[in-house]
DNA sequence: TTGGATCGATAAGGCAGGCTTATGAACAAT
DNA sequence: ATTGTTCATAAGCCTGCCTTATCGATCCAA
């Protein structure tokens, strides 16, 4: 009446590989009234004969030899789960999906990559770029397990571990290097070139200008920051970016680079994930590695 | 501490469908606690967290999607096992080793095989031909599963079941077709062939002519009754051969068939089998379907 | 904000299934 | 015939699983 259970499964493999209930029931640390007891349960429960008992020897039948064959294939297979999760209580394994905002991602994400896969070879990283509204969106539907953006998240079920500030730094064309670094004030009355909506970058440097969104509207909007500094360089405005991405987009591009007064505008980037994350502490080692590797030189 | 179980396999797998702790307990046929404990004891007992809990959702987490794949593909291959059991019970699958006597294969096997094939398709028949020393002993080391020879046996541990039983005839040269038929001494004094020791056959013959082994070395062996019947027709002596070998081995051979006066020489022939044997049943089906082809014309 | 509804976790108790030891039965070997 | 081996059976105990009842948290509607 009863089901198949996997105890009966391991103790007819081992019934099937001694030839002996009593060895068997040795081997599997039981009784042989025991082993006796759930080999005939099974034959029972399945209908059939699965060992042929003579006087002085316990062999498999013709069936019996069919299903030895699965019982071990199926053995090794639950085996095989038992180690997963093993492996997986340690260490980070598998698929790592980590979104990431656009002002960052440019810059810290290479470092990301490298040396995850550097830490944790198995691992399957995979990085998604998007504005912090459908970054957060996607974490709490279970799209994302984790994701690098500017704190505070404000989301109750999100946990937020910080990992770096930044300061903003004023971007102008290479001519007005030796001008004085306007203050908030100033920069009001200049061109500012800034973001295009959703991202979070355009809305901490307008809350640094105290600019609110509609005079925004008469800004030149751009997608990335790399698109502001090379319009930056053409002498058509000014911009803000973030410190991280100094080193890349002056690069290639003709401009001044200068620090404000203090107080600094500046944002404080950070990584969230469900606090219901069954990975939240391996998560939590992965911000460990991300902070170093921000911290580290380009 | 305790180990997994199929029964936790099973709610683990209606969980992650259902997404649900009610629903997947009440398509396991279970209470929602029920349900609840044996995933808890599951997460416990692996250490890690298969699911999400949240508010108003359960989810996979990222490991437990990896383990839905998996305990899937287990729970497949058990119910696999269980199906292949019922199949097995009703009719006969698998593999059929039977064993035969040289003296009845030639004759009866063609045409067993292809009435156990047309019955049974999905037979796996396999043909072993030796004296019956060999089948006896191979059959009871399992390497057999059934055997056809001649009554009987007298293997306690075996069970017999009768076939038919076949007169013997003799086999002489064409110019001796009208000479009166031997009797039992008279034979004695005729040059008789005789098939090789180990058989049977051969036993059979010099038990009707009261002949002892001492007296047999004397004689011509032969190693298949092809043979015999073939120097019966170079006139090198006469010799018995069984009812069901006469169609075929007179067929190219120039001989004169005559039947004895009774008592006739005869032997039954029939088919053995392990009582241990977990397909009893069905060999005794066989028996009945080898019994129709004996009895049907060649 | 509050009361109700939903949903999963927890608690407590009962029953059964599985394990143990002890013993029986069959058979082989001496 | 007797003894030893081996598997099956019996009896009793205990663990583990399932049940119902209830709690706690969250969401939703009024």
Chains 1, 2 share one sequence.
């Not at 539907?141 to 690098?148: F, K, N, P, S, V």
């Amino acid at each position: 009446m009863n089901n198949l259970t996997l105890k009966q499964l391991r103790y007819f493999e081992a019934l099937s590989r001694h030839g002996h209930f009593g060895r068997a029931a040795e081997a599997s640390a039981i009784s042989q009234p025991a082993l006796s007891q759930q080999i005939k349960e099974m034959e029972e429960s399945l209908g059939i004969e699965l060992f042929e008992r003579q006087a002085r020897q316990v062999r498999l039948s013709t069936l019996g030899e069919e299903f030895a064959v699965r019982v071990r294939e199926i053995l090794r297979a639950v085996d095989e789960l038992v180690d997963l999760a093993r492996a997986s209580r340690d260490s980070l394994v598998g698929r790592l999906r980590i979104g990431i905002i656009p002002t960052v991602a440019p810059y810290l994400l290479p470092r990301i990559v490298s040396e995850l896969a550097r830490v944790n070879p198995a691992l399957d990283i995979r990085m998604r770029e998007t504005v912090t509204p459908k970054l957060l969106a996607e974490l709490t539907e279970g799209r994302l397990d984790t994701a690098i953006l500017a704190l505070p998240a404000s989301e109750p079920s999100l946990q937020e571990t910080p990992l770096f500030d930044e300061h903003f730094v004023l971007v102008r064309p290479l001519e007005d290097a030796e001008k004085p670094v306007p203050n908030r004030e100033a920069l009001k009355e200049m061109r500012l070139l800034l973001l295009e909506e959703g991202h979070c970058f355009r809305d901490q440097a307008l809350s640094f200008c105290n600019m609110g969104a509609t005079r925004a509207r008469e800004l030149m909007d751009g997608s990335s920051l790399s698109t502001l500094v090379q319009m930056v360089s053409a002498g058509i405005g000014v911009t803000l970016i973030p410190e991280i991405a100094v080193p890349i987009e002056t690069r290639s591009a003709a401009v001044s680079i200068s620090r404000f007064e203090a107080p600094q505008p500046s944002r404080r980037i950070g990584m969230v994930w469900r606090r219901t994350s069954p990975i939240a502490r391996q998560l939590q080692e992965v911000a460990k590695i991300v902070q170093q590797a921000a911290s580290r030189p380009a």
